[in-house]
């Protein structure tokens, strides 16, 4: 099946640092990504959508200039945490959308295995 | 405000017998349901999803009911296995503006599989 990565797997810096997490679909091609951020016990949040060769769509209460996207090709979005602060410290997660939608019960997305975050 | 709900934050069941996860939503402009299966430190792993148009879909031992006039969705494991014990997330999916699929995602329910 398809599969998307992320690296790092994990990071940690200082505050202050900003920090470049990347997905990648190994075996498609993605116009469009997602990314998602989950803290402690709580649902994955939608942060933004990325598309391929245009502006990331950012979810309400996200702060575009803090997460910066970049769909630099059509199998590479990078996000990318600024000036990085303790509470940015979280798990991020990013997707891709299978081909259109199907009505036979198939996943839709792929999801990465994510990204842990901790910012000191 | 919370579209997709999993007003269950755990639940223990027996080995054998069956579990039952419970998902709950509230905006009318979903038409896809998927349940995901979650570990610590990774990415969801997808089970079964449903289409609006359908009250059930069976994935050997997982069966998902959709009550679209009550809003409510649930997940069936049978039997139940050691193997399944994690953290399950309702997700519902709609078309977003730009045409793209866009998940929102229920709470999750912690489940526990005791041998």
């Known amino acids: 099946g398809a599969v998307v990565s992320q690296h790092p797997s994990r990071v940690i810096c200082k505050s202050g640092t900003s920090v470049k997490i990347e997905c990648r679909s190994l075996?498609?091609?993605?116009?469009?990504m997602f990314w998602y951020r989950q803290f402690p016990k709580q649902s994955l949040m939608l942060m933004a959508t990325?598309?391929?060769?245009?502006?990331?769509?950012?979810e309400q209460g996200v702060e575009k200039d803090k997460f910066l996207i970049n769909h630099a090709s059509l199998t590479l979005s990078t996000l990318t945490v600024t000036s990085a602060h303790p509470e940015d410290s979280s798990f991020y997660i990013c997707?891709?959308?299978?081909?259109?939608?199907?009505?036979?019960?198939?996943?839709?997305?792929?999801f990465g295995p994510g990204t842990r975050l901790l910012v000191l | 405000d919370q579209q997709v709900k999993q007003n269950s934050p755990s639940l223990s069941v027996q080995e054998g017998r069956i579990s039952i996860l419970n998902c709950d939503y509230t905006n009318s402009m979903f038409d896809y349901f998927l349940w995901y299966k979650k570990y610590p430190a990774e990415g969801p792993t997808f089970l079964i999803s449903?289409?609006?148009?359908?009250d059930k879909n069976e994935d050997g031992r997982f069966t998902v009911f959709l009550n679209k006039s009550a809003k409510h969705l649930s997940l069936h494991i049978v039997p139940s296995q050691p193997g399944d014990s994690a953290v399950y997330f309702c997700?519902?999916?709609?078309?977003?503006?730009?045409?793209?699929?866009?998940?929102?995602f229920g709470t999750g329910t912690r489940l526990t599989i005791i041998p």
């Open positions: 075996d498609f091609q993605a116009t469009t």
């Open positions: 990325s598309n391929e060769g245009s502006k990331a769509t950012y």
């Open positions: 997707s891709a959308p299978h081909t259109g939608r199907t009505l036979a019960g198939q996943e839709t997305q792929y």
């Open positions: 997700a519902a999916s709609a078309l977003n503006n730009f045409g793209n699929e866009k998940l929102t």
């Open positions: 449903i289409s609006s148009i359908k």
